[in-house]
């Protein structure tokens, strides 16, 4: 098995949820084989950056210099990873995938990159428009749309800024730290708002599938009427490939 190097901590409760999807998820895969107790799991290192820290430290759009400071963050934590002996490394949160050009310079170990990930499992999909949901620089950028537009799947235009602002604040307040008993609610609403039927959802910030805790392991499900898209489950799931298929 290859070791699998985890950049966590933005924020923790998706860093958490990360390492249980591959363990249990090695477990499945290896239980299948025939392979008795205890089921084997990749070796795993994670390196926990600061939320609070790597926030203050966001840039500008379409202002590379502004990013330094983060992009520096995330560097030097990948590169800790590859120093302890990681194979490959995964980023466990969207926002710095949208950096992830420059961060990875000067890192030699594979990064796993979410946007591939799920546009893979969104083509498996019948699925021609998209709604991408997430922080503030994911809802703003345009890198899962250039990704989805690929396939052929067209992604939302950019939401109002005041509409972006109210998910932010959703993924701040209500799930932080996990998905209160509010934030279910809230997000479907919000997708009520902003989603036509068939519209696959993106919930392409880490914390936004905890609104969902029977579908935490499914890259594709559907729920409240909606067709949802899991990054983080279709990161893992290719995490998984990549450490224990030959």
């Given at each position: 098995m290859k070791?699998?190097?985890?950049?966590?901590?933005?924020?923790?409760?998706?860093?958490?949820?990360?390492?249980?999807?591959?363990?249990e998820g090695s477990g499945?895969?290896?239980?299948?084989?025939?392979?008795?107790?205890?089921?084997?799991?990749?070796?795993?290192t994670?390196?926990?950056?600061?939320?609070?820290?790597?926030?203050?430290?966001?840039?500008?759009?379409?202002?590379?210099?502004?990013?330094?400071g983060f992009d520096a963050?995330?560097?030097?934590?990948l590169l800790t990873l590859e120093a302890s002996g990681c194979d490959f490394g995964i980023i466990a949160s969207n926002t710095p995938h949208a950096r992830l050009h420059a961060?990875?310079?000067?890192?030699?170990?594979?990064?796993?990159?979410?946007?591939?990930?799920?546009?893979?499992?969104?083509?498996?999909?019948?699925?021609?428009?998209?709604?991408?949901?997430?922080?503030?620089?994911?809802m703003q950028a345009t890198h899962y749309a250039n990704k989805l537009g690929e396939?052929?799947?067209?992604?939302?235009?950019?939401l109002p800024e005041s509409e972006i602002a109210k998910m932010q604040a959703m993924i701040d307040g209500d799930f932080y730290g996990g998905a209160s008993d509010s934030a279910r609610a809230?997000?479907?609403?919000?997708?009520?708002?902003h989603a036509e039927h068939g519209t696959a959802i993106l919930l392409a910030c880490t914390e936004l599938p905890l609104a969902f805790p029977d579908h935490l392991d499914d890259p594709v499900f559907e729920a409240d009427?909606?067709?949802?898209?899991n990054p983080s489950a279709a990161h893992v799931a290719a995490a998984l490939e990549e450490a224990l298929v030959p």
């Open positions: 070791k699998i190097g985890i950049l966590g901590g933005v924020g923790w409760a998706s860093t958490v949820d990360y390492y249980r999807a591959i363990a499945r895969f290896f239980a299948q084989r025939g392979h008795g107790s205890p089921l084997p799991i990749p070796p795993m994670i390196e926990s950056v600061t939320q609070a820290k790597t926030r203050a430290l966001r840039g500008v759009a379409g202002d590379e210099a502004s990013w330094a963050v995330f560097r030097e934590a961060i990875r310079q000067g890192v030699t170990m594979p990064i796993l990159s979410i946007f591939d990930a799920t546009a893979e499992v969104t083509a498996s999909t019948d699925a021609t428009r998209a709604l991408v949901l997430g922080t503030t620089v994911t396939i052929g799947i067209s992604a939302n235009a950019r809230r997000l479907l609403a919000f997708c009520n708002r009427g909606h067709l949802f898209i």
